[in-house]
């Protein structure tokens, strides 16, 4: 098993920054990727961004990017979303996944198909 822990959340300006952490623990030698997923309040779940290991490969969704970068420790086994020029509208629970696949795409990171998930990370913007 993969335990996931978030931090990093927080009440935010809309413009502002927030950058937000997510270690790995178990067993980690199965992980191949990592991610963010988000669920705003009466919303689906949705893909943020993810990065593969190994050979790398960043993917955004076009609702974020230019905006959020994430990035990893190949060390730690850790991954980290820096998060700016928030909006009200980024306003959502933070997830951070893991699996034991890499996928190359935004389109292949689907929720059903994440094998670990942190409990979440609670990230309000005010207008």
């Known amino acids: 098993q993969v335990q996931l822990v978030e931090s990093g959340g927080g009440l935010v300006q809309a413009g502002g920054s927030l950058r937000l952490s997510c270690a790995a623990s178990?067993?980690?030698?199965?992980?191949?990727?990592m991610g963010w997923f988000r669920q705003a309040p009466g919303k689906e779940r949705e893909f943020v961004a993810g990065?593969?290991?190994?050979?790398?490969?960043?993917y955004y969704a076009d609702s974020v990017k230019g905006r959020f970068t994430i990035s990893r420790d190949n060390v730690k086994i850790a991954v980290y979303l820096q998060l700016n020029g928030l909006k009200p509208e980024d306003t959502a629970v933070y997830y951070c996944?893991?699996?034991?696949?890499?996928?190359?795409?935004?389109?292949?990171?689907?929720?059903?198909?994440?094998?670990?998930w942190g409990k979440g990370t609670l990230v309000t913007v005010s207008s």
């Open positions: 996944v893991a699996d034991q696949a890499q996928r190359y795409g935004a389109q292949y990171w689907v929720s059903y198909h994440m094998a670990y």
């Open positions: 178990g067993r980690t030698d199965s992980i191949y990727s």
């Open positions: 990065t593969n290991w190994g050979h790398g490969g960043t």
